[in-house]
């Protein structure tokens, strides 16, 4: 089955306190992304990989850090979390053929940084 | 700063009923364009993606494209009360770098 897993689902953290939420996906894509939600804001993108060992900013990457090292896995880190970072977290992961763009979502972490 | 602009809603309309959805953006360099449905808890689900200008039908779904006037739709037809949902519009603009709107919620009444 295809799959986007993402983990932890639930976070309570404290400011300061590194974290690292890990997203994994089983379907051999090399586009990976990470977005936030938030109310009222919809998705705003926060890195991409476009293969191993490639990565880029999106529009909020500021407090944030990835990294690729398996095309499996693109890990998020915050390094020292803010209150601002509170979010519900979405990592995706997509590919393209000739019949047009596949992509999915996991399952979304919720971290709330006190 | 690039934009993608939705009507948040709520859209109402009745079961059988044609929902219509729109979408514009700022950014003219824009070439791919996206349409998704996000259940209140869930994740976002990508229901249809469209890069030409003109229509794409998929099932009940209809994404519209106008470049020239920077406007992408979507038309959900005989609506059912199961496409309750937001529905996000998202632009690429030839990078990998994606910008959604806010979304715009839709209520479907039985």
């Known amino acids: 089955e295809a799959q986007v897993t993402q983990n932890p689902r639930y976070l309570i953290t404290v400011t300061g306190k590194k974290l690292t939420v890990t997203c994994s996906q089983n379907m051999n894509h090399e586009y990976m992304s990470w977005y936030r939600q938030d109310p009222g804001l919809g998705l705003r993108q926060i890195y991409y990989?476009?293969?191993?060992?490639?990565?880029d900013k999106g529009d909020v990457p500021e407090g944030y850090k990835v990294s690729r090292k398996e095309k499996r896995n693109f890990p998020l880190i915050l390094e020292s979390p803010s209150p601002n970072q509170t979010s519900l977290y979405f990592c995706?992961?997509?590919?393209?053929?000739?019949?047009?763009?596949?992509?999915?979502f996991g399952p979304g972490t919720r971290l709330l940084v006190l | 700063q690039k934009e993608v602009e939705q009507n948040s809603g709520p859209l109402s309309v009745p079961e059988g009923a044609i929902a219509s959805l729109n979408c514009t953006y700022s950014?003219?360099?824009?070439?791919?364009f996206f349409w998704y449905r996000q259940y209140s808890g869930k994740s976002p689900e990508l229901i249809m993606f469209?890069?030409?200008?003109g229509d794409k039908e998929d099932g009940r779904f209809t994404a519209q494209l106008n470049k020239a006037s920077q406007y992408v739709s979507l038309l959900i037809r005989d609506s059912q009360p199961s496409d309750s949902a937001t529905y996000l519009c998202?632009?690429?603009?030839?990078?990998?770098?994606?910008?959604f709107g806010a979304g715009t919620r839709l209520f479907v009444k039985a």
């Open positions: 990989s476009m293969n191993v060992e490639v990565t």
């Open positions: 950014d003219r360099g824009s070439q791919s």
């Open positions: 469209i890069y030409s200008n």
């Open positions: 998202a632009v690429n603009s030839g990078g990998f770098k994606t910008i």
């Open positions: 995706a992961s997509s590919s393209w053929d000739r019949a047009g763009e596949t992509q999915y």
